[in-house]
C-alpha cells in the first residue's frame, strides 16, 4: 500500500474571507489537510516559520508579498529530512500572492523528489491554483504530478467530501 504524506501550511486567526476580514480558529488549508488523511492516510508535517507571520491580516500579506519578492526562504521551527519512505507528496497550502507562502519552498527545496508524486492543493478566495503547479514542478525535480485542486477558503469547512473525492483518485 502506498505511504502519503501531506506537508501544509495554514493561517489561523485573521483571514479573508468573502470580502472580509474574520477570525478563524484553525485556518483553511489545515481543515482540508486534515481531510485528506482521513480520506486516504498518511501523515501530517505542518509547516511553521520561526519568526512568526503578523497576527494581522493585512500586514501578513505585505510580508508575504516582500518574502515572494525577495525570493525568501524563511527558517522553518522544524524540517523534514527526507521523504523516502513516501510515495505520494501532497503539498497544500493558502494561495499568497498567487503561490504558496515561501515558507513551503523552504521546506521543499530540502528535499529528493525522484520517484515521488507530487500533488498541490491550495485555498483562496478567488485566485485558484495561481501558479503553484508549475512552481512545484519546477522545485520537486524527478517527481510525477497528479491534477491539483483549488479550494475556495471560505468553503473550506464544508468541502470535505470534495477534498476527499480528489485525494482518493490521486493515490
Not at 501531506?6 to 470580502?19: A, F, P, T
Not at 482521513?38 to 500586514?59: C, H, I, N, P, R
Not at 491550495?122 to 517527481?143: F, P, Q, V, W, Y
Request: with cysteine; glycine share 8%.
Amino acid at each position: 500500500m502506498a505511504k502519503n504524506l501531506i506537508i501544509y501550511y495554514s493561517r489561523k486567526g485573521e483571514n479573508y474571507v468573502n470580502g472580509r476580514i474574520k477570525s478563524l480558529a484553525k485556518g483553511n488549508t489545515e481543515l482540508c489537510a486534515e481531510y485528506i488523511q482521513k480520506a486516504v492516510g498518511g501523515e501530517l508535517f505542518q509547516v511553521e516559520t520561526v519568526k512568526a507571520y503578523s497576527a494581522d491580516y493585512m500586514t501578513c500579506t505585505e510580508e508575504a508579498k516582500v518574502e515572494l519578492r525577495q525570493k525568501a526562504r524563511p527558517e522553518l521551527q522544524k524540517y523534514l529530512d527526507s521523504i523516502e519512505e513516501y510515495d505520494n507528496v501532497f503539498v497544500c497550502g493558502p494561495c499568497w500572492w498567487g503561490t504558496f507562502p515561501m515558507a513551503v519552498f523552504t521546506q521543499l527545496e530540502r528535499l529528493e523528489w525522484k520517484g515521488k508524486k507530487v500533488m498541490a492543493l491550495m485555498t483562496h478566495e478567488g485566485s485558484g491554483l495561481g501558479s503553484c503547479e508549475r512552481d512545484l514542478k519546477n522545485i520537486c525535480t524527478g517527481a510525477t504530478f497528479g491534477k491539483g485542486l483549488a479550494i475556495h477558503g471560505a468553503d473550506a469547512s464544508h468541502s470535505e467530501k470534495t477534498v476527499a473525492s480528489w485525494a482518493s483518485s490521486q493515490v
